[in-house]
């Protein structure tokens, strides 16, 4: 089962991570789903917790039994409180964040 982790970690960090934030316990639970599942031959899943602003649809992972037991959103708040009050839009518009933007070479930002 090939998984596609947003972001591993005991709580998403900032913004952009309250939409791509996966805890170790659901994380665990995917790992054990690909591993003991008995029809996986192939599948691919997203490893998000149950985030309500998720970006992905993970149908894939609840119909195998995925049943996420955490959410970003108690998170939200404070994190969103602490953001910057001007972000950079290229890391804002690609899922990459800080990642693309530190290579963007266009003269003007996408629309």
């Known amino acids: 089962m090939c998984v596609r982790i947003g972001n591993f970690g005991t709580r998403p960090i900032d913004k952009r991570r309250l939409s791509i934030w996966i805890s170790p316990r659901d994380l665990t639970q995917l790992v054990r789903i690909g591993l003991e599942h008995p ?3 192939y599948e691919i899943v997203y ?15 609840y119909r195998l039994g ?3 037991e955490d959410n970003s959103e108690p998170y939200a708040e404070a994190l ?3 953001e910057p ?9 690609y899922q990459g964040g800080a990642l693309p933007a530190a290579e963007y070479t266009a003269k003007t930002p996408p629309a």
């Open 47 to 61: 490893g998000v917790s149950n985030n309500q602003r998720s970006w992905y649809d993970n149908s894939n992972a």
């Open 80 to 82: 969103l409180a602490a």
């Open 85 to 93: 009050s001007n972000p950079d839009p290229i890391a804002e518009r």
């Open 39 to 41: 029809d996986v031959r």
């Open 66 to 68: 995925y049943k996420p």
